[in-house]
C-alpha cells in the first residue's frame, strides 16, 4: 500500500513539473516577443536554470523544489526562444533551414540524453548534491560560450523595439 501511494505521488510531482515546464514556455516566449527580445530572454532563462540547478545540490526538500521552480521559470525563457533564434538564422525557402534544425534538434537530444547519463552516474556513484553542481556549472559554460559568440549573430534575437524598452517611464 505505501508503495503504491509514493508511487502516486511522485507521478502527480512530475506530471505537474512537466506541466509547468510547457506553460513556462509559453509566459517566456510572450515577454522575448513583446519586451526581452531572444537573446536577453536566453541569457536570463539559462542563468536562471543554472542557478536553479545549484539550488538542487543543496541537500533538503526547500531547496530542492525551490531550484526546481527557478528551473521551470528559466527554462520558459530559454526554451522556446533558443528555437526561434535557430529559425531566424536561415531565410524563408533557405535549402539549409532544414538541416540547421535538424542539427541543432539531434544536438539538443544528444546533450540532454548524455547530461541526464552523467548526472545520474555522479549522483548515484558520488552524490546527487555533486550531479546537480555538475549540471549548473555545464550550464555556465554553455551560457559563457552563447554570451562570447553573440557578435556573429548581426541583428538576430535582439530587443523587438530597442527605443521603446530603453525609453525612461516618466512620473
Known amino acids: 500500500k505505501y508503495r503504491d501511494d509514493a508511487e502516486a505521488i511522485s507521478n502527480k510531482r512530475y506530471g505537474t513539473i512537466q506541466a509547468f515546464?510547457?506553460?513556462?514556455?509559453?509566459?517566456?516566449?510572450?515577454?522575448?516577443?513583446?519586451?526581452?527580445?531572444?537573446?536577453?530572454?536566453?541569457?536570463?532563462?539559462?542563468?536562471?536554470?543554472?542557478?536553479g540547478t545549484f539550488l538542487m545540490a543543496i541537500p533538503g526538500p526547500f531547496s530542492f523544489y525551490l531550484g526546481i521552480s527557478i528551473?521551470?521559470?528559466?527554462?520558459?525563457?530559454?526554451?522556446?526562444?533558443?528555437?526561434?533564434?535557430?529559425?531566424?538564422?536561415?531565410?524563408?525557402?533557405?535549402?539549409r533551414r532544414d538541416a540547421g534544425f535538424s542539427l541543432f534538434y539531434s544536438g539538443i537530444n544528444i546533450g540532454a540524453l548524455l547530461a541526464g547519463l552523467t548526472i545520474a552516474y555522479i549522483g548515484t556513484s558520488v552524490s546527487w548534491a555533486w550531479g546537480f553542481a555538475s549540471a549548473g556549472f555545464c550550464m555556465l559554460a554553455g551560457l559563457a560560450l552563447f554570451v562570447f559568440t553573440q557578435k556573429s549573430l548581426g541583428p538576430i534575437g535582439l530587443v523587438p523595439d530597442a527605443e521603446k524598452f530603453n525609453k525612461k517611464v516618466s512620473g
Open 21 to 51: 515546464i510547457y506553460a513556462m514556455a509559453f509566459v517566456g516566449g510572450l515577454f522575448a516577443d513583446k519586451l526581452f527580445g531572444f537573446r536577453k530572454s536566453i541569457f536570463w532563462g539559462g542563468t536562471l536554470m543554472a542557478i
Open 71 to 95: 528551473l521551470i521559470v528559466g527554462n520558459g525563457f530559454f526554451k522556446p526562444n533558443i528555437s526561434t533564434m535557430v529559425g531566424q538564422l536561415y531565410k524563408e525557402g533557405d535549402p
